[in-house]
Each structure stands twice: as C-alpha cells, then as structure tokens.
C-alpha cells in the first residue's frame, strides 16, 4: 500500500530556531505538493515541484522558507528562523501527471505538526 | 481565489441526505474533493473535470457545472463513518494542476 511519508509527525521549536521538515512521496509520482493548514486560513498551498524542478513558491514568505528536492524520493521544507506564527500542520502530498494528462489526484501524507513558542 | 464552501458545518442522523457545495469565481478546468478526518490527512474522494459530468463512488456522488463555476456533492443515506470535514480543491487550468482548497465543510453523522 503505498503512502507518502513524513518526519517528524511532530514537532515543538522556540521562536528563532531552525525546522527541517521531510517527505518521500509515492515512488513513481512526480509532482510533489506542500501545504500549511491552520484553523483561520485552512489548506493553503506553500510550493510545488515537477519532476524535482520547482514550479510555484508564490504561497511561501521568501525570507524564511525554503522548499527542495534533492532527489526524488525527497522533498524538504525548512524554516528559519521559525516564528510563533508558523504553528500549523504542514502537509507534503504527491501525485502522477502524465503526458498530456488531465487533471490527477494527490496523496496527502499524514503531516507535521509544527508549534513554535 | 479560495472557493466558497456551503454550508460550513451541517449534522445529520444517519440514513439522511446532505448536500455540499463549491462555488468559485474563476472560471474551472477541475473540481476535486477531499474528507479529512479529525487528526489525519485528507484523502481524495473523486475529480470531476470540465464538461458538467457527474460521478459517484458508493453512496457519495458529485456534480460539476463548469457554466456556473460550481461543484456539489451529494452524499445519500449517510454513515458514521462519513464524518468528518469536506473540500473542495478548484485548478483553474489545463497544466496548472495546483488547487485552491475551500474552508471545507464539517459533516458531523449522529446515530
């Protein structure tokens, strides 16, 4: 049964600190998805990649977040420094577009819960 | 632009209807939906692309009428487990394949 992946599932950081968040997605999918969840604004999208090429940061603030993919089975989402503000769920999910393809499902992983104090 | 979502929480006794929809005001290449349940990720439920189909899966069916920019899904003699919060994910176009998610609909099933 193939998922997405993420580590941590939690994590609780003081303001200033550096947060690496990790994902692997479903082998052979090749557009990756990260996303910020929080009760005020819900699922937001933060970046997209395509076949490990960055497509979109637009919902990511430039100055502290940053979004790769080193290889394919990882994608990595790093704050710093991290802020109060940043507390939220953030979900990695993935999915397969094909050649000309409509448009396709994605598969959320469980997500990291990140609280900053 | 976020879509809205209607309404933004209902509560049903099992075996009853409900009806949940998604308007946008840009134009729709797709509608997705979602059900995310309380402390866990969402999980696809079905894509209605442009072209005003209809589709179902089990008991849960959806609708699409991209003249209207408005998606709606019916979910029929609901269940227990149906519970949980509902979104709708709008791609605006064909080679975007980013979503713009709704607020969502929390759906509460009671016995």
């Known amino acids: 049964d193939a998922r997405v992946t993420q580590t941590p599932r939690h994590k609780v950081t003081e303001m200033g600190q550096e947060v690496t968040m990790r994902c692997q997605p479903i082998l052979g999918h090749n557009t990756v998805f990260w996303y910020r969840q929080t009760m005020m604004q819900g699922l937001e999208l933060l970046a997209y990649f395509r076949n490990r090429a960055p497509l979109d940061d637009s919902g990511m603030p430039k100055d502290r977040f940053s979004a790769e993919m080193p290889d394919a089975t990882l994608a990595t989402l790093k704050i710093q420094p991290s802020e109060p503000r940043d507390s939220a769920v953030y979900f990695c999910?993935?999915?397969?577009?094909?050649?000309?393809?409509?448009?396709?499902?994605?598969?959320f992983g469980p997500g990291t819960r990140l609280t900053v104090t | 632009q976020q879509p809205v979502q209607s309404p933004q929480a209902v509560i049903l006794r099992e075996g009853e209807d409900a009806v949940i929809n998604c308007s946008s005001s840009k134009a729709l290449y797709s509608v997705h939906w979602y059900r995310q349940k309380h402390g866990e990720a969402p999980v696809f439920l079905m894509i209605l692309l442009k072209g005003g189909e209809q589709k179902g899966h089990d008991k849960i069916s959806a609708s699409f009428n991209e003249k209207k920019q408005q998606s709606s899904l019916y979910l029929t003699a609901s269940q227990l487990s149906y519970s949980g919060t509902y979104f709708c994910g709008t791609d605006s176009g064909a080679g975007s394949y980013q979503l713009t998610f709704g607020k969502g609909t929390k759906l509460s099933v009671i016995p």
């Open positions: 999910a993935s999915g397969l577009v094909r050649t000309g393809g409509s448009s396709y499902e994605q598969y």
